[in-house]
């Protein structure tokens, strides 16, 4: 099988891959369906060349939280 490209945001839930948003927010509204469960969350962009970015949802403070690398 050849691999593909992915361009966007990936939703990981409980570290599998579940589906591709266009955009942050649209990755966000499906995740919404998770939240009720409190599995790790977590949205990876993909869109090359821009450096990869990551967010986690916290559940304690209920937000999503960008994964800063220094």
């Known amino acids: 099988m050849e691999s593909q ?3 966007g945001y990936v939703l990981y839930v409980n570290g599998q891959a579940m589906s591709v948003g266009r955009t942050l927010e649209e990755s966000q509204e499906v995740a ?3 939240l009720n ?3 790790p969350l977590r949205i990876v962009s993909t869109n090359a060349p821009a450096p990869m970015r ?3 949802y916290d559940y304690a ?3 999503w939280v ?3 690398r220094g």
Do not use: D, M, P, R
């Open 66 to 68: 960008e994964l800063v």
């Open 54 to 56: 990551t967010w986690n």
């Open 37 to 39: 469960s409190t599995v």
């Open 5 to 7: 490209l992915v361009f």
């Open 32 to 34: 919404e369906q998770y």
């Open 61 to 63: 403070i209920q937000i």
